[in-house]
């Protein structure tokens, strides 16, 4: 998946792989149902590549149709919003 360079956070902070990467590691570390509902949980062994600043890659462990509909519904917060407020229970 390319991203679209120039692409910023309401902060400043740029939208690239890098980004992306943290948000999938912190909305797929947790393994519990998502919100809606379980069929828009990743499988166990999903993973996220990056190639470059702007390229990223997604592994999944067997074909997944819902893939685009998941990444869709996923959490995208900036660097602060990580270090500032996280997410789940044990921010709350």
Not at 6 to 15: A, I, Q, R, S
Not at 42 to 69: C, N, S, W
């Amino acid at each position: 998946m390319t991203l679209r360079q120039g692409v910023k956070f309401h902060n400043g902070e740029p939208f690239d792989a890098a980004v992306v990467r943290l948000n999938w590691d912190e909305n797929t570390h947790v393994q519990q149902p998502f919100r809606a509902g379980q069929f828009l949980t990743f499988k166990p062994g999903a993973q996220l590549e990056i190639l470059e600043p702007y390229t990223i890659r997604f592994h999944f462990p067997a074909p997944d149709g819902m893939a685009l509909v998941k990444l869709s519904s996923m959490h995208i917060g900036s660097r602060q919003f990580w270090a500032e407020h996280g997410w789940g229970e044990q921010s709350w």
